[in-house]
């Protein structure tokens, strides 16, 4: 019902602007193409595309959303969709056959991404009022995907290395997920549905596996794993629950 309500109010919002929006789009080099969409009022988009191939394309409808896009390399591609009001999105790309998904639905949601590599794919979808989403990777075919619906929820994500892959996902409020990881096959997951929930898990290594799943408030976990191999999984369901682990070798 929150998110219904949010939608038709957006809409209803975007309707009553006038056009005035601003876009600058830059190519330089060979089949690098674009396309931008952007209804409402003070919306800003710029895009900047330098190598093979690369392609962008920006779709925002509200008041005061920012998109910046740059892609530096071959065959990369960034999709940005905003909806809403001040709404802000950076993504940045070097290197090639990267790809980058952007989806944001509500009001002073920020999102920054940042490939560096061969073949990474990062994804954000915010849904509600004030979320933002870092990811960051560096390295060869490291997947990252968050995904949050509420107020104020922050995810941090960063990967180095080969293969690696996190994923993120919070409904609630004031939820907080941290996700390092350094070396190559490393996979960690975490979901949280409550309020005021925190999860930080980094892994330095390679073949780690960390899942963890939290229900209700106030919840804590705390997961370190440093060597290679190491597997975790956690459980939290109730109130006021914290949970520390370290693993070795």
Not at 145 to 163: C, H, I, K
Not at 182 to 211: H, K, P
Request: avoid cysteine.
């Amino acid at each position: 019902m929150k998110n219904l309500f949010l939608s038709a109010a957006l809409a209803l919002g975007t309707v009553a602007f006038a056009q005035s929006n601003n876009d600058v789009t830059l190519q330089f080099g060979v089949d690098n193409s674009a396309v931008v969409y952007q209804a409402g009022l003070d919306n800003d988009n710029a895009i900047t595309q330098v190598g093979l191939s690369n392609h962008a394309e920006t779709t925002q409808m509200g008041w005061a959303n920012d998109n910046e896009t740059l892609s530096v390399g071959a065959f990369n591609e960034a999709y940005v969709n905003q909806t809403g009001w001040f709404n802000s999105n950076s993504t940045t790309q070097l290197g090639v056959a990267n790809v980058a998904y952007v989806d944001q639905l509500g009001i002073a949601n920020v999102n920054e991404q940042m490939q560096i590599g061969v073949g990474n794919y990062a994804e954000t979808d915010q849904v509600g009022v004030g979320n933002y989403t870092s990811q960051h990777q560096d390295g060869w075919f490291n997947s990252a995907t968050s995904m949050q619906d509420g107020d104020f929820n922050e995810v941090y994500q960063e990967q180095y290395g080969v293969l690696n892959s996190a994923a993120a996902e919070q409904y609630g409020e004031d939820n907080l997920i941290i996700q390092y990881q350094d070396g190559f096959g490393n996979d960690a997951y975490a979901l949280q549905v409550g309020e005021d929930n925190y999860i930080d898990q980094w892994q330095v290594g390679s073949g780690n596996t960390a899942v963890d799943v939290q229900f209700g408030d106030d919840n804590y976990s705390y997961i370190t794993q440093l060597g290679d191999d190491h597997s975790h999984l956690g459980v939290q369901v109730g109130n006021s629950n914290s949970m520390i682990v370290t693993q070795t070798n």
